[in-house]
């Protein structure tokens, strides 16, 4: 009380991943290398073209590639796994991001899975999920990694801590769950049918919200020096927690804009750097 909250924001985070960057994207110019980032979109959902925008754009300032496939929303399974195969197949290309979400008459879990867990820089395979899950070197979720890196730049502990995540989507709420009880947290996950969700977030040391439902967490419902991490995107740039309410109890908080979206962009370049490291040995 009295005292002002640290605001835990993306860009000391981001600059200091693509400092690191740099001088890796260098080495790999010396071998004739540029990494590059293919990135899928099926279908002409808005929102999915701009983030598919963004990524190519932070490739291009950054020095990287980006191969960008647009696919019409009629697209078949089928015909998206010919190209995500081709893709594995394709040398130069050394990360596939496939845009969630897909048409519905595409199969997505297919689809992710046929990514080569090599080029799997988005973390969203069966397998990327599993490795993680078991501690395994793997390329972890973006946004997942992303409030980890920013909790550990932060110095915010995790151990011993109770975690409560607020959605359990496969890119999201399940993955940054595991990576916290690997991190020593103590985790509830919180979804659409449980029942009481004050109740859970009243005992939460640190809270994940990804809801996808602007301004869903109340910071009422919240104890006194709570750490927000705040995944939600939403129309109106307005994140998943009621900023104005949480940060009257938080100790530390992200905001939106400006928090956790710019750190799933650097993390999304860093694996891709990383996996054109690998590819490259
Ligand atoms: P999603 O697939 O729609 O999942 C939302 C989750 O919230 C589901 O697990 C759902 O439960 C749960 N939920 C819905 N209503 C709830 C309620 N009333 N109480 C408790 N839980 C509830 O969303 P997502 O893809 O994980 O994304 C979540 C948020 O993160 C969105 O705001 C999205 O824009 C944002 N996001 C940001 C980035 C980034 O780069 N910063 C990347 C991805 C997503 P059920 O499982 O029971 O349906």
Redesign the pocket.
Known sequence: MGTHPLLIEGKPVVDAIYRDLRIAIEQLAAHGVVPCLATVLVGDDAASATYVRMKANACKKLGMQSQRVHLPAETTTQQLLQVIADLNNNPSVHGILLQ?PVPDQIDERAAFDAIAPEKDVDGVTSVGFGRMTYQVPAYVS??PQAILTMLDHYRIPMAGKHAVV????A???KPVAMQLLNRDATVTI?????VD?PAHLERADIVVA????PR?IQGSWLKQGVVVMD????PGNVG?ADFESCVLRASAITPVPGG??PV??ATLLQHTVRAAVAQTK
């Open positions: 969630h973006c946004t607020v959605g359990r989507s890119i999201l709420g919180c979804h659409s049918k449980t969700l990804a809801v996808g439902k869903f995944a939600g995107y939403n998943d956790v979206g799933t962009i």
